[in-house]
């Protein structure tokens, strides 16, 4: 495959500047066979960036500028994929930022938030992965510029990251508690349905026991009654009957007693 499309494939994605992708490992039955077997002997193949001519010396910019690659390697790890039986890699652009590019950067990530159809407000991982390319760009453009400060705002960027990820796992676990929070009560309020269900039936019994314990109570008293009164007209009869005895009594007594004056 050609090394422009391998360029779009690794860096369509991102809005990080990196160099032209290269060429790392090309495995053995992929490469073309030569005489003396050359090629071949190696698992592993190195695309030069540049050459340089034999006994130069490296200048303090050039220095300078491994050593701000070496610290951007280390902010923004090279990518690595693989295509085609060939693996790639691509690191991260030294080239300094211009204002001009600072606009550009504003104006694809405007793009890309429109493009992916990012939320404006509240969690949305799409707006949030554009962001964080953005803000790994704006790092490399800062390292490059004063590495002090880039190394400072990469940890900014670890630190917005931890704390994102410690609030994803407390979204997770809260989220999960309220699930089972859910279960628990959906369990409770299924029980306490079925213990209303057992109530319910032992009040309709105690209400029939109840109702049943009325009428015989309502039969207890009207026999009273009845027994209350025959006692009464009898107690009454006795007492007239008793009355009229005495009467009689007294009335042979006096007509016994009177003969004898």
């Not at 390697?73 to 295509?83: D, G, I, Q, T, Y």
């Not at 940890?155 to 979204?171: C, F, P, W």
């Not at 009273?224 to 009355?243: C, P, Q, T, V």
Request: contains cysteine; charged residues 30%.
């Amino acid at each position: 495959m050609a090394e422009g499309g391998s360029e779009d494939f690794a860096s369509r994605n991102t809005l990080v500047k990196y160099n032209n992708p290269v060429l790392v490992v090309t495995h053995a039955e992929k490469r073309p066979a030569t005489a003396g077997g050359l090629l071949g002997s190696s698992p592993t193949e190195l695309s030069p960036r540049s050459k340089t001519s034999p006994g130069a010396v490296p200048s303090a910019v050039a220095e300078s500028r491994k050593e701000a690659e070496e610290i951007l390697n280390s902010v923004l790890p090279p990518r690595c994929w693989e295509e085609d039986g060939q693996m790639w890699m691509q690191t991260v652009s030294s080239t300094p930022a211009t204002r001009q590019d600072v606009i550009n950067l504003q104006e694809m990530l405007d793009t890309r938030l429109q493009q992916t159809q990012a939320r404006e407000t509240g969690i949305c991982p799409v707006r949030r992965e554009l962001y964080m390319q953005c803000f790994d760009e704006l790092i490399r453009q800062v390292t490059i510029n004063c590495t002090e400060r880039g190394l400072l705002l990469l940890r900014v960027r670890d630190e917005i990251a931890m704390s994102m990820e410690a609030y994803e796992t407390l979204y997770c676990s809260s989220v999960a508690f309220g699930m089972r929070k859910a279960l628990q009560a959906q369990e409770g309020k299924e029980s306490l349905q079925s213990l209303v269900t057992v109530l319910q039936a032992e009040k309709k019994v105690l209400e029939n026991t109840i109702s049943d314990m009325k009428i015989k109570a309502d039969q207890v008293e009207r026999r009273n009654a009845e027994l209350r009164a025959s006692e009464e007209k009898k107690h009454a009869e006795e007492i007239a009957f008793l009355k009229k005895t005495s009467a009689q009594l007294k009335a042979q007594l006096e007509g016994i007693i009177a003969p004898k004056k």
